[in-house]
């Protein structure tokens, strides 16, 4: 009977945050240890909506590492995930040489099996990786009992990953150290802060995916001039005035930094030679309705950012949700009903006016848009009590129903 106990295999599962950066993240100065060329500034949108599980087990049973994503057993050997193992690894042998008497050192040369699942779809084009590195830094830490920061291993599976170790208003200061030891993410401001901040999602229509994030950011460093002059001239500047507006909840300041930053940061893929198109025809045109909704209105109440990626991610404030959804629908007719086309946060209907739909007077897109995803801002990772919700059953397979 002991001996099957000592086989029953130590199993933690958590979830943790998508972020969205309002000041980006576009390029390396070092590409083994993901240092970035300039520091950046994200929201960690609500777990309710966007969230990453993982569970991870660990038992002497087990003959060697293992992953699952989104149901497929993928290759454990990845030299990112790796690097985040082995980190967290030499980390939880470092308390025990250190004489840590809570720490159970039984575990520390078992074999790990991990199981991560997202639920949003991949098709949302958000950065999935961000959520899953942070999620698998934090879940392998409670593990393995390592406690502290955690943001600079999470770097290491993903840049943003570290920027998701938060919630809230977060930034990744870039650090100057070859080693990397400080380049970290820390937090502005806690999720409770500017509670009437809400972000939408905006899910084009799927496209033929672009260049990938990794190599777009090595030509970008290799040939954009305009890349060295955003990370050395603008950037730093920006960060200080974007804490500051995000500080005092100033909304038009905020918006009119979260737009020209991501016009600055599809600029430099233009500079990139050869270039690199991220948006679409549809991101041009909800670009036109955030401007001209604004100018309607003759003050900023919609801002737009773009990721490397035809989607948007608009930010408002709660009261003007409504009547800006109601827009998206009309300037992008789906063909679903409302019910299937808003997901998340409910949002009540509203009408819109006829002197604002000449107001902004753009020519109606059919199925430009497939759906938005309404939510706020959000909780860094999360440990999850409720043992039912493991994702691996107690002989660390994948539970079926995934």
């Known amino acids: 009977m002991p001996e099957n106990n000592m086989d029953k295999p130590k199993i933690v599962t958590c979830t943790a945050p998508v972020n969205i950066a309002v000041i980006k993240y576009w390029g390396k100065r070092n590409e083994e240890l993901i240092l970035p060329i300039n520091s950046s500034l ?15 087990a660990t038992s002497r049973s087990f003959q060697e590492d293992r992953i699952w994503l989104n149901g ?23 308390r025990r040489n250190d004489g840590d008497p809570s720490l159970d050192s039984t575990g520390l040369s078992h074999k790990v099996h991990i199981c991560s699942v997202n639920n949003f779809p991949t098709a949302a084009g958000l950065a999935s990786s961000a959520a899953g590195f942070a999620c698998l830094v934090y879940t392998l830490a409670r593990v393995f009992g390592v406690e502290g920061e955690l943001s600079g291993i999470a770097r290491q599976g993903s840049g943003s990953a570290c920027r998701s170790m938060y919630g809230g208003f977060v930034q990744w200061i870039m650090g100057e150290k070859e080693d990397g030891k400080d380049s970290l993410a820390q937090q502005v401001e806690p999720q409770t802060h500017w509670p009437e901040l809400r972000i939408l999602v905006v899910v084009a229509s799927a496209e033929r995916k672009p260049v990938g994030s990794t190599s777009g950011m090595q030509t970008s460093v290799q040939t954009s001039c305009l890349l060295k002059h955003r990370a050395q001239s603008v950037v730093p500047e920006r960060m200080v005035e974007m804490i500051d ?20 940061f599809h600029a430099t893929c233009l500079d990139t030679y050869p270039p690199i198109f991220y948006l679409s025809s549809v991101s041009h045109q909800v670009i036109s309705l955030v401007h001209r909704y604004n100018k309607h209105y003759g003050e900023t109440r919609v801002a737009y950012t773009f990721d490397a990626g035809p989607n948007a991610v608009i ?26 086309f808003i997901k998340g946060l409910p949002v009540s209907h509203a009408a819109l006016s006829e002197e604002l739909k000449r107001g902004i007077g753009l020519e109606p897109m059919a199925k430009g848009i497939n759906y ?31």
């Open 72 to 94: 497929k057993e993928e290759d454990i050997t990845h030299p990112r995930l790796q690097s985040c193992l082995r980190e967290i690894r030499r980390l939880a042998r470092k």
């Open 372 to 402: 938005i995803i309404s939510t706020k801002a959000g909780p860094g990772p999360c440990v999850v009590e409720d043992p039912t919700q493991h994702l691996l059953l107690s002989d660390g397979l994948p539970k079926k129903t995934m």
């Open 42 to 56: 994200s929201v960690t949108l609500h777990q309710d909506q966007l969230k990453t599980t993982t569970t991870v």
């Open 245 to 264: 507006a995000v500080r005092r909840k100033d909304f038009p300041a905020f918006a009119e930094l979260t737009m020209k930053d991501s016009n600055q």
């Open 315 to 340: 930010f408002t404030l709660e009261q003007h949700v409504p009547e800006f959804v109601q827009a998206v629908q009309h300037f992008f007719p789906p063909d679903t009903n409302g019910e299937d």
